[in-house]
């Protein structure tokens, strides 16, 4: 649930591109009422933020005598931690560059293997065909300091390769990511949120944003957050995320 929260704080504070930038933007914590799943009650969410509060992942603040919270340093480490290709979203623009990893560990050493498999899926990294996964960011000192941790870099090779050489970048970028899904998935969200407006039960529509919210919520989970020039013109992400703070306010 804690995580739930961090991440409401990065969509809300518009800080999913820039989230080691030093800082965020408060969320009004009714706002942030929104990403804690149906049905979870807003005494449950009171206790929760308190905790967080004292643990140090997010500071309170009051905005016009409204209580706001911000992310913290703490914060952003645990989402970093959770979701590390955020450390490499700044905004920049793509620097034309593939980052290839290709790797070739026996069924022997089958542990191994599936660690390196969901470190490098964690990591944003994309599948292109069997051991082979690529990334548009530049390898993190993280990964390498796992790789010398795990003894793997005799196993593991890194490659650079310019884009012309493995074809159009967008539509690469849709076969190994599945960006069409996605997008489907974003739209569904905007789709949803328009709907709302025909709940007139306050209590019946705020669970119902709560649904969309999570919904949202699982769909940048597992957004590679490419950069722009990867990525259709019409890509939603950052039209469902205003849709969403648009939809209101659930009051205290």
Known sequence: ????????????????????????????????????????????????AARMVREGYVQQVLVEGRPHFRLTGVGRKQLIKNKPVLSQTGG?????FWRIVIFDIAEAERKVRDVLRRQLLKRGFGLLQNS??????DYSKEW???????GLKGKVLLLESKQKYLGEPKLLAEKVWGL?????????????VVTRFGIKEAS???????????DYLETII????????LLAEDW?????????????????
């Open 236 to 252: 939603g992400r950052e039209k469902a995320r205003k849709y969403l703070l648009r939809a209101g306010v659930a009051r205290e």
């Open 144 to 150: 390498l300091e796992f790789l010398e941790t795990k």
């Open 132 to 137: 082979t996964y690529i990334s548009c960011y």
């Open 204 to 214: 019946k529509r705020e669970e119902f944003l709560k649904k969309i919210y999570r």
């Open 1 to 48: 649930m804690r995580d739930r929260i961090l991440w409401g704080l990065a969509i809300g504070g518009e800080i999913v591109e820039q989230i080691e930038s030093g800082g965020s933007r408060a969320c009004d914590s009714s706002k942030l009422f929104l990403w804690t799943p149906p049905g979870y009650s807003k005494k449950k969410y009171r206790q929760l």
């Open 180 to 192: 069409e899904a996605i997008a489907a998935k974003y739209k569904q969200v905007i789709d949803r």
């Open 92 to 96: 920049q623009e793509w620097d034309g």
């Open 222 to 229: 597992i957004d590679p957050l490419l950069p722009k020039s």
